[in-house]
């Protein structure tokens, strides 16, 4: 699923990936994807949830000082993500119901933000 040498910021990314991933699962969700990647973007994990499509960006900090994780998703990042999925999005005939969804992990614990980026 994740390449096998990582940098030590890479394998803590992945980390958090797999407990993003556990923590869906465990609410009911089925991984389609994970680290989607295309030339506008990355999408951290693809789902189902039930007939809807779930994108989701996983963001992770340490503690939540400086506003933790969820307010590290910039405005940039943000249209990243929305391209990502649009592109992702052009393999299907028909455009099944989707949403952006944001887990953010604040040392131990997890926030699950659903449909938290709207496009």
Same mark, same amino acid.
């Given at each position: 699923?994740?390449?096998?040498?990582?940098?030590?910021?890479?394998?803590?990314?992945?980390?958090?990936?797999?407990?993003?991933?556990?923590?869906?699962?465990?609410?009911?969700?089925?991984?389609?994807?994970?680290?989607?990647?295309?030339?506008?973007?990355?999408?951290?994990?693809?789902?189902?949830?039930?007939? #809807?499509?779930?994108?989701?960006?996983?963001?992770?900090?340490?503690?939540?000082?400086?506003?933790? #994780?969820?307010?590290?998703?910039?405005?940039?990042?943000?249209?990243?993500?929305?391209?990502?999925?649009?592109?992702?999005?052009?393999?299907?005939?028909?455009?099944?119901?989707?949403?952006?969804?944001?887990? #953010?992990?604040?040392?131990?614990?997890?926030?699950?933000?659903?449909?938290?980026?709207?496009?």
């Amino acid at each position: 699923m994740w390449p096998a040498r990582l940098s030590g910021k890479q394998r803590q990314g992945q980390a958090g990936e797999q407990r993003a991933l556990q923590y869906l699962a465990r609410h009911g969700l089925t991984l389609v994807e994970a680290n989607f990647s295309c030339k506008c973007g990355e999408i951290d994990l693809i789902l189902r949830d039930g007939e #809807a499509l779930v994108f989701v960006e996983v963001r992770q900090r340490g503690g939540s000082t400086h506003g933790g #994780a969820a307010a590290s998703i910039t405005p940039a990042k943000i249209r990243r993500v929305v391209r990502a999925a649009q592109t992702y999005l052009l393999r299907f005939p028909r455009v099944p119901p989707c949403r952006i969804d944001v887990v #953010a992990i604040d040392g131990e614990a997890i926030d699950w933000l659903r449909d938290a980026i709207q496009v």
